[in-house]
């Protein structure tokens, strides 16, 4: 990059700082795409005519309210809640929903700005928004998570629609929530329609979406490990989260003949020597889905595991390795741990599971490094399949479902690759993703004009 446009570069970032005080994971979230982008649009004059990248980090609404909602005590309530709707270019805003107390207006627009690329880099029709709440559901019993979705959606639902803004579930928000929210949007508003995707199948959801996000992730590492000429048959693998992604990520891992060595929650993580095969991770779902357990059960269970409290994965030696819990979760003496202990690859399962330091640490040493707007798009991809199904009024087979999936990822890698190649023989997943994620958004904004 040439020094003006390194100047330009900071300029622009010091902006961002400046615009958005100490929302440190918006600011990281734009850092990660800005220099991928300055680059690219360097001599593409009517990008920064347009000033298209910073129209794109400024969200197009961020909608803030109010959540009552009155507890088995009888207590009465109050959280906060959110909908960053980031960018509709390229069809209605789409993303998922968080409850988890760490969530703020940062969390929210890092989630959203990031959709925007991902959604984009799967090819179907969805711009890119987040919501959320404060909301920790974790110690909540079932009544109080109903009557805290309903209060929810009593406020969102004026800013949703099948045609507007389709949420969908993330971290403390599956298909039970959803079944709430929807409920309450279908109760209030008279109409049934695909406002949500990840509903249950009873009731318009689409089949294999539970499973997209993780398979997805699972065949995104193979496309890379396969371009590389490897593959994931007789390889060790770690993984971060013991939830929906995790869970069915290893479930895919287990099929194409990995091994899963570990899993984890946000107070520590299990290492099984012996492998996470398809009947532990069946125990670990119902330990998660129906009695709400902590996966240190896992150790009473299972003999031969060791269970680590309050500690990350990272130090286990492996060929593979999969964050699929949450942002940040990944950081640089971690990175450097599964570099030294020679992991070949990383596909991230969450959302912005490394930090920039640690990113640096995998691209430094040039091992395969998946970031997870293009390694977890298979979610909101199979999501847009459920919305096309929903518009249509039928519903597509697990078959078919799964094909299309792997078509998907297939056709996402290709994109990364294409403009992530260094000429060298590196991909970098990162700038191909940042790049092809960004342009089919930033010429539908060049058509429309000043808006
Ligand atoms: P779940 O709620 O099903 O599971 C989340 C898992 O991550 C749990 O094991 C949870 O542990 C752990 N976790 C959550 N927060 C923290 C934290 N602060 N520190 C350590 N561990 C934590 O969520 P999902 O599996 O759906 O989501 C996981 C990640 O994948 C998120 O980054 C999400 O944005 C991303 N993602 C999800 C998609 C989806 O389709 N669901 C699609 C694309 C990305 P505990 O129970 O202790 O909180
Ligand atoms: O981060 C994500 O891509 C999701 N949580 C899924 C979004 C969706 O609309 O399915």
Same mark, same amino acid.
């Given at each position: 990059m040439p020094a003006s446009d390194h100047a330009n570069l900071e300029q622009f970032m010091e902006g961002v700082k400046q615009r958005n005080p100490g929302q440190t994971e918006f600011i990281q979230a734009v850092q990660e795409v800005a220099q991928d982008i300055f680059d690219f649009i360097e001599d593409k004059q009517e990008y920064h005519e347009a000033q298209i990248l910073r129209r794109m980090v400024e969200p197009d609404r961020v909608v803030s309210f109010r959540v009552c909602w009155e507890d088995d005590s009888h207590r009465i309530r109050v959280q906060r809640g959110w909908r960053v709707q980031n960018n509709n270019a390229i069809g209605p805003y789409k993303g998922g929903i968080r409850f988890h107390p760490s969530v703020n207006e940062s969390v929210l627009k890092f989630l959203a700005f990031e959709q925007t690329f991902k959604n984009s880099l799967t090819g179907l029709p969805m711009g890119g928004a987040k919501g959320g709440s404060n909301? +920790?559901?974790? +110690?909540?019993?079932d009544s109080e998570i109903m009557r805290f979705c309903q209060s929810f959606m009593t406020e969102l639902y004026r800013h949703v !629609?099948? +045609?507007t803004d389709v949420p969908a579930g993330d971290i403390g928000v599956g298909s039970r929530e959803i079944g709430y929210m929807f409920g309450q949007y279908k109760r209030i508003t008279n109409r049934w329609e695909g406002v949500l995707t990840g509903k249950a199948t009873e009731y318009g959801g689409s089949k294999m979406r539970p499973e997209a996000t993780g398979y997805g992730a699972v065949q995104f590492l193979c496309n890379m490990l396969r371009h590389s000429g490897? %593959?994931? +048959? !007789?390889k060790t693998a770690i993984i971060s989260g013991a939830g929906n992604v995790a869970l069915h990520a290893a479930e895919k891992l287990c099929d194409l003949g990995g091994k899963v060595l570990t899993l984890s929650d946000s107070d520590g993580f299990v290492h099984d020597p012996d492998g996470i095969g398809r009947d532990k991770i069946e125990w670990v779902k119902r330990l998660k /889905? %129906?009695?709400?357990?902590?996966?240190?059960e896992y150790v009473e269970e299972f003999s031969g595991a060791e269970y680590h409290e309050g500690k990350r994965p990272w130090h286990v030696a492996a060929d593979l390795a999969l964050p699929c819990a949450t942002q940040n979760e990944l950081e640089e003496d971690d990175a450097k741990a599964l570099v030294d202990n020679g992991c070949i690859a990383v596909a991230e399962g969450? /959302?912005?599971?490394?930090t920039l330091k640690g990113v640096k640490v995998f691209k430094d040493a040039r091992i395969m490094y998946a970031p997870g707007k293009a390694a977890n798009a298979g979610g909101v991809a199979v999501s847009g399949l459920e919305m096309s199904q929903n518009a249509e009024r039928i519903s597509w087979n697990q078959e078919r479902l799964g094909d299309m999936l792997t078509e998907l990822m297939k056709d996402i890698h290709e994109k990364c690759v294409t403009y992530g190649d260094d000429g060298d023989g590196y991909i970098d997943y990162v700038k191909g993703a940042n790049i092809a994620g960004f342009k089919k958004v930033a010429d539908a904004m060049l058509a429309f004009g000043v808006v």
């Open positions: 909301f +920790d559901p974790h +110690d909540k019993s !629609g099948p +045609d490897s %593959e994931i +048959d !007789g /889905n %129906e009695r709400r357990g902590r996966i240190s969450a /959302n912005m599971p490394t």
